[in-house]
């Protein structure tokens, strides 16, 4: 990006949690559960922490019970800084916060007591019981793992992760439900898709949920097969084709693929060039393979026939074959190399 594009992005991240501090206090919300991966990192900016806080302090009627993650470099951000009453934290040993007919427990996993923590999951008995926990869901106990199997049949009736940026549920047993709710705003092209949180409502001792869309940009992975094309101002027609339904508000990665004849000249910078301005930010790359059949070239007596058929035969990767006829071909046309 460019800085001022990385500025912006950073500020809208910060803006979201602020809108969801926002969000919970106009809609009347007990609590909100943040199950890990607040931070990410050790080196947050004192400004970030303090705004932070100074939200949560405004929205003082609604509780911010935090778990740490494994890229929160555990509470170090909070150092040095006074505690709103209203950010509570759960640690290495169960803790649960009760809010009339609701249990909300949960635990930091480490090294410690990634086993034995199964043993002793905390159970309200004519309550709904939510726990959260961060890590990948799965079969092993371990540090960032939770064992599902070991949460069957606990009374748990809803599960809160935290771990995975992507929304996902499931089915923990006949009686619960197990939900990551992802990250508010996706952060790279690892992260696409809708984003946001889950919005829990509890009446009459049932409990149900609904993914509620937050973002204020999505990130965007668009494949863009462009076998048998050679020209770029087919391939930027093509890429146009593939994302004319996406927002202009929006974030872009176009990832070229298929079997691409030699003589054609991806350029990738103009094809970005192209289409920047059609979007917040767009990124090309090119996962396009060179298609080459040695018998086009065998009686081919231009130089540019002896040439392919000098790299064809050389003992280099056809990795690096493909490399080398795609350079030769743009110095024998008088293009822009490109490495």
């Known amino acids: 990006m460019t800085e001022e594009q990385a500025s912006t992005r950073n500020t809208e991240i910060i803006r979201s949690f ?21 931070f990410d990192g050790e080196r947050v900016k004192v400004r970030t922490v303090d705004e932070i806080l100074d939200a949560i302090r405004r929205t003082s009627k609604v509780d911010y019970l935090y778990l740490a993650g494994n ?3 555990a509470t170090y951000a ?13 640690g290495k040993e169960w803790t649960t916060y009760k809010y009339d007919s609701v249990a909300v427990s949960g635990v930091e996993i480490c090294e410690d007591n990634a086993h034995s923590l ?22 092993a106990s371990g540090v960032d793992q939770v064992n599902i199997s070991q949460l069957k049949n606990k009374g748990i009736d809803y599960l809160a992760l935290g771990h995975i940026h992507s929304y996902a549920e499931q089915s923990l047993d006949g009686k619960g439900i197990y939900c990551y709710a992802g990250c508010l705003e996706g952060r790279g092209f690892d992260e696409c898709g809708p984003k946001g949180f889950v919005l829990l409502t509890i009446d009459s001792g049932r409990i149900q949920h609904e993914f509620v869309p937050f973002s204020c940009r999505q990130l965007h992975r668009i494949p863009v097969d462009i076998t048998g094309l050679t020209k770029n101002s087919e391939i930027g027609q093509k890429m146009k084709e593939a994302a004319q339904n996406i927002s202009s508000d929006d974030m872009v990665e176009f990832l070229l693929s298929g079997g691409v004849d030699p003589t054609a000249n991806i350029a990738v910078s103009y094809l970005q060039n192209l289409v920047k301005s059609d979007f917040f930010f767009v990124k090309v790359k090119n996962e396009t393979h060179m298609t080459i059949n040695p ?45």
């Open 18 to 38: 602020l809108r969801l501090t926002e969000y919970a206090a106009k809609n009347d919300v007990r609590a909100v559960i943040i199950a890990g991966d607040m």
């Open 118 to 139: 199964y043993l002793q999951v905390p159970h309200k008995d004519g309550a709904v019981n939510i726990v959260t926990l961060h890590g990948r869901a799965g079969a």
């Open 295 to 339: 018998e086009d070239y065998k009686n081919d007596i231009s130089l540019k026939g002896e040439f392919i058929r000098l790299v064809l035969a050389c003992d280099a990767s056809e990795e690096d074959k493909a490399a080398i006829i795609r350079t030769g071909m743009q110095a024998l046309m008088g293009e822009e190399i490109t490495l």
């Open 78 to 90: 909070f150092a040095d800084h006074n505690m709103p009453d209203n950010l509570k934290t759960f």
């Open 71 to 73: 890229h929160d470099g």
